[in-house]
């Protein structure tokens, strides 16, 4: 499967595209105008970043105890009813006068929600495409969430701008119900990938599986780490500049789009494999630039070259597919997914520290270097893991 026209021929997956994409203008629009709404009402570039981000802490915790789910619920249930709670929630955050303490407990419960959904989503792809198609289904995937980024973020600052972050608040639980509505009624009634109920204890046991193999290990920390330092930077560009955040969240997401459309659909697989540390790298070294205080065209080029580095997740997620066995996708990705977005949450409470003490400008330049250093850390391990790559798949398919 090498080009788009598959792709989108291929039985179920122009739905669950649409149903993804919904579900991340919901969440773009929606966490700008929270943002928006917390940095208004405490000035904090701290809790504004948690606003945004902070649902991203309770992934870790959903990953430990509603994982075993992802492979254990019918997808489709699982996918509609998870649109539906982020709906019901994001409207009692609209709500006037909702006090600073529930704002953030309801953060916390759609964090708890979205770690179920990430593996759900993604094991689900890997039943609707053949496995040489994974790549390419991730790609674009990740194309739409840039394309979705794009347009929340500049949908979602016009809103705000001209309504006020409430009514915004109110567009994105629409856009929810739309995300469940396309999940009902467009994706077929699948039985789940594993027999049993879910448990606690079976997502403790499966995930002690996944982090047992040092070659996945790896993977996971280069998914989780740098990347989420660089969401560390992102969640400040409402106290760096509160009027342009829209500006430059949309930039960076036009970014992330490019990397991954140039990654997943022109560069050949023996190249891709060379540039995953440079471009992790990339990620990073632009946001130096912010200290020098530089214009808003600075800025924006800036981020915009930065995010294209997200793309060297596409090779570090095709080698967690690849040494990870299929019974086990669905909380393999939901760990990974879950995994990232505690990271960013950390990131962006760190950031938010260090800026309360200095500056965003400071606070994003210190993120930036301690990505480069994670990746430069983690860079020989994983060229030396291709060895335990190999044996990896040698030890699944002989399971099988």
Not at 106 to 114: C, D, F, R, W, Y
Not at 121 to 149: A, C, F, K, T, W
Not at 289 to 312: K, R
């Amino acid at each position: 499967m090498r080009t788009y026209r598959e792709l989108f021929r291929t039985p179920e997956f122009t739905l669950l595209f649409a149903a993804g994409a919904a579900q991340v203008a919901a969440s773009t629009v929606s966490g700008l105008a929270l943002g928006t709404l917390v940095y208004a009402a405490t000035r904090s570039p701290l809790l504004s970043a948690l606003s945004m981000f902070g649902s991203s802490f309770a992934q870790m915790l959903g990953a430990m105890v509603l994982l075993s789910a992802a492979d254990r619920l019918r997808p489709r249930a699982a996918l509609t009813g998870l649109a539906l709670v982020f709906c019901a929630t994001t409207v009692v955050l609209a709500v006037p006068g909702l006090p600073l303490w529930a704002l953030f407990v309801l953060v916390i419960g759609q964090g708890m929600a979205a770690s179920l959904g990430g593996g759900v989503r993604i094991g689900l792809l890997n039943e609707i495409l053949p496995r040489e198609g994974y790549l390419l289904g991730r790609s674009v995937i990740n194309m739409s969430v840039g394309v979705q980024q794009i347009c929340g973020f500049a949908v979602g600052g016009v809103l705000v701008a001209a309504l006020s972050p409430r009514p915004t608040l109110l567009v994105g639980a629409g856009l929810y119900l739309v995300a469940a509505a396309v999940a009902r009624l467009g994706l077929g009634d699948r039985p789940p990938r594993v027999a049993g109920r879910p448990s606690i204890t079976q997502t403790w046991r499966t995930n002690r599986l996944l982090l047992a193999s040092g070659a996945r290990r790896r993977v996971y920390l280069a998914l989780w780490v740098p990347n989420g330092l660089i969401v560390g930077c992102e969640s400040l560009y409402v106290s760096h500049d509160a009027r342009h955040a829209g500006l430059l969240f949309a930039f960076a997401a036009a970014g992330m789009l490019a990397g991954d459309t140039v990654m997943g659909r022109f560069v050949p697989p023996s190249l891709r494999e060379r540039l995953a540390t440079p471009l992790r790298l990339l990620l990073a070294v632009p946001y130096l630039v912010f200290l020098l205080a530089p214009p808003l065209p600075v800025a924006v080029a800036a981020v915009t070259l930065a995010s294209a580095g997200f793309s060297a997740g596409l090779m570090l997620q095709q080698r967690l597919m690849e040494i990870t066995p299929e019974e086990m996708s669905g909380q393999a990705f939901g760990l990974q997914s879950s995994g990232t977005l505690a990271m960013q949450g950390v990131a962006a409470a760190l950031a938010g520290t260090v800026a309360e003490f200095t500056s965003p400008a400071v606070a994003m330049a210190a993120m930036a270097v301690a990505s480069v250093a994670v990746t430069l850390v983690l860079a020989p391990g994983l060229r030396r893991g291709r060895e335990e790559h190999a044996a990896a798949e040698g030890h699944v398919q002989s399971r099988g």
